[in-house]
């Protein structure tokens, strides 16, 4: 049974560290570059995560007379002009993107999550922030906003691109990643929470003010202050939203809005006390979208049932108000416009589009996936630096006859004094400036080349033990010679972030020194360096974030991991996860963090980040397995299964525990299998463990790894 452990080699950061919920986190603090040349080849331009206030990105479209997409133009075919004055395009290229499909066995019905994470690959893909907006959506009405974002995550979204999901009152939150499991799992925990229409509001004021003899005023929505405070809710969340993906260059980014749009009138600044403040809120946030090159795609969830339930709670309008009052059905229909008013101005002004009266969205989504899929993009230093808070004009044209450009109006230049930096993450005294800005990016840093896989344990309640194992590429380790022996320093820190606080629930900041002898060296460049740790979670969902940075050549990189610890006490048989080693992976020099006795004991070797293994190799796999009803006898089936592309099974061991191993409590058994690779043709292959308990047939709990067998 584990115990709770903290090595002293594992030193904890006291994180006071408060991000906002649901993507708050936003991207402060790092210097502009110096203006670049243009790049001299047409290649896609790189994903960059700093924040360049002076530096603005325009993303361009060019299609010929049939509408097709030309993709032939250098950067000497285009110019840029900013309110008439052309402007020095610094940064050039095509940006083609392939929808990717996860990789998976012929088999298996939903791709198995990768256990391993790595920034090894460059982001290649497109970048989706999903807002679900609570404020301006029925609470009738959360099955059709669920249904919506749920087809889109599941349509549109490539293997490749990255999604983040969250909502205008922060109950749906999931930070960047691939998972479409995890981003569902967000939208399944929206729900609607909108205010009840203004003109059924006004209807019963009518009556009421008629029933108690006052004539003459004018109807009034007892709810107009509380309309106006949401309508401002939602349009500073799409600024905030847009000022976070800031950071993000080199790609055009989408902010999918599922709204039934704002409810409030503009136009009516007798009666309604609050529009000039929304307003101006409106323009914030087309101003914040427009500055960060953030499309806004507007999508409608009722489609052409737009006045379903708007008119269930009253028996109809009063026959003796004026007609002109609108206190009827086509008072409603003019909520709808106005709502749809709405969904359009932020979408047009920012290069997107409103998705509206249609109750098919594939079309629409699939126009949301081609648009960020191929275009140039082009960057810029505006010569206009003045911080006005004035519309600036773009113009992008091409010199080539026949050919039309598509791009963004412009963008609202930012106004007031530039916003001081300042630090998210508050990291114990001496943890390295840039080890923190790396900690804080919206997305993993490639650079230093990192793989790293984790596995949750049982610890001391109420928390886990957290096994985390990572790898760096020792070809980008400038180790210096120095007294015969080769020395560089690794600086590693690791914060798990809690998905739903939005807070720091724990992690560690180690300093590496490694003086290598000659040998030892060149088997680190050779094959790299392992890292293993431990550290306590409580149960639930986090995104460990993990940077580090080499001292020499301050070479710095970062990754990051989605990772759900579960209550192993819950349910009456839990599982651990599982950790991999194989008989050549010994060949990669460890440099212990936190020492982990558990692995070393139960292993045969040091554990492997790998999931590509050789033929000639064998595997061997511990996890441990938590019996929760050790009070009544029964007995445990463990079966290690491992399974080819097309389903057959190859490997199949057995094992059977008894709970009289736990002396009548609760308890675990360890576990340990090995397999056996030799023989296996290459491809992929699918490493199932799963436990029974002989109690019933629903108390089991499995872990599937996807590996491959390479020639």
């Not at 976070?244 to 309604?272: P, Q």
Request: proline fraction near 6%; charge should be neutral.
């Amino acid at each position: 049974m584990r115990r709770s452990r903290c090595s002293s080699h594992l030193l904890l950061l006291p994180f006071s560290l408060v991000l906002f919920a649901g993507l708050g986190a936003a991207l402060r603090g790092s210097q502009a570059p110096a203006p670049q040349a243009v790049q001299p080849d047409r290649q896609m331009p790189p994903v960059t995560f700093r924040l360049e206030v002076k530096y603005v990105e325009v993303d361009a479209v060019v299609v010929d007379k049939k509408g097709d997409f030309v993709n032939s133009l250098q950067a000497g075919d285009f110019q840029l002009f900013e309110d008439g004055k052309p402007q020095a395009i610094t940064n050039f290229g095509l940006v083609e993107i392939p929808v990717e499909r996860a990789e998976a066995p012929l088999f298996v019905r939903q791709p198995i999550e990768p256990d391993v994470q790595s920034n090894i690959k460059s982001f290649n893909g497109r970048v989706y922030m999903i807002v679900l907006d609570e404020l301006h959506t029925e609470a009738m009405h959360t099955p059709w906003v669920r249904a919506a974002a749920r087809k889109f995550i599941e349509r549109s979204l490539g293997a490749n691109d990255v999604a983040a999901v969250t909502s205008t009152q922060g109950a749906a939150a999931q930070d960047f990643t691939s998972n479409k499991r995890l981003l569902l799992e967000a939208v399944d925990r929206f729900m609607g929470n909108a205010l009840r229409s203004a003109t059924l509001n006004k209807i019963d004021n009518y009556n009421l003010s008629r029933n108690i003899g006052i004539i003459g005023d004018t109807p009034r929505d007892d709810d107009d202050m509380h309309r106006a405070f949401n309508a401002s809710s939602t349009l500073g969340v799409i600024g905030k939203l847009a000022d976070f993906m800031s950071g993000v260059r080199g790609r055009r980014k989408a902010l999918v809005l599922f709204s039934e749009g704002i409810d409030y009138n503009l136009t009516d600044v007798i009666n309604s006390q609050g529009a000039s403040a929304v307003l101006q809120d409106s323009r914030d946030a087309i101003g914040a979208a427009t500055r960060a090159n953030v499309s806004i795609y507007s999508v409608d969830p009722r489609g052409l049932s737009t006045l379903a339930g708007m008119g269930a709670d009253t028996a109809g309008p009063p026959i003796t108000a004026d007609p002109g009052l609108r206190l009827n059905a086509q008072g409603m229909q003019d909520e709808v416009r106005q709502q749809h008013d709405s969904l359009r101005v932020l979408s047009d002004e920012t290069g997107g589009f409103a998705a509206l009266n249609s109750n098919d969205f594939s079309s629409a989504f699939d126009r949301i996936q081609k648009d960020n899929s191929t275009y140039y993009l082009l960057g810029y230093y505006p010569t206009n630096e003045r911080r006005d808070g004035r519309f600036r004009k773009i113009a992008v044209k091409v010199n080539r006859p026949g050919l039309e450009v598509r791009s963004r109006k412009g963008y609202v230049a930012p106004s007031g004094k530039a916003p001081a930096a300042r630090a998210i993450v508050e990291a114990k005294e001496g943890t390295p400036p840039v080890l923190r800005e790396l900690l804080e990016s919206p997305m993993p840093i490639p650079g230093l080349r990192l793989t790293v896989a984790a596995a949750a344990f049982k610890g001391s309640a109420p928390n886990a033990s957290v096994s985390l194992v990572l790898q760096a590429d020792g070809r980008d380790l400038a180790f210096k010679q120095k007294d015969g022996k080769y020395e560089d320093t690794l600086d590693l820190a690791v914060i798990a972030l809690d998905e739903r606080a939005g807070k720091s629930k724990g992690g560690f900041h180690h300093s590496l020194n490694m003086p290598l002898q000659p040998a030892t060296y060149q088997q680190v460049v050779r094959n790299g360096l392992r890292i293993t740790s431990r550290f306590d979670l409580p149960p639930g969902r986090y995104q460990l974030r993990i940077g580090a940075v080499e001292a020499n050549a301050r070479r710095t990189g970062s990754v990051y991991y989605d990772l759900e610890v579960p209550d192993f006490t819950a349910a009456p048989l839990t599982m651990s996860g599982l950790v991999l080693t194989s008989s050549l992976a010994g060949q990669i020099r460890t440099v212990v963090g936190s020492p982990d006795d558990d692995l070393r004991k139960a292993l045969p070797g040091p554990p492997t980040v790998s999931r590509d293994f050789r033929a000639t190799e064998e595997l061997a796999l511990m996890a441990e397995v938590y019996d929760n009803e050790g009070k009544t006898p029964h007995k445990v089936d463990i079966t290690t299964s491992l399974r080819s592309d097309d389903g057959r099974e190859l490997f199949n061991h057995g094992d059977e525990r008894s709970s009289s191993e736990l002396g009548g409590a609760r308890g675990g058994y360890g576990y340990t299998a090995r397999i056996p690779l030799t023989g296996l043709s290459p491809g992929l292959y699918v490493l199932k463990v799963e436990v029974r308990s002989r109690l019933g047939k629903s108390q089991a709990a499995s872990r599937e790894v996807q590996i491959r067998i390479i020639p």
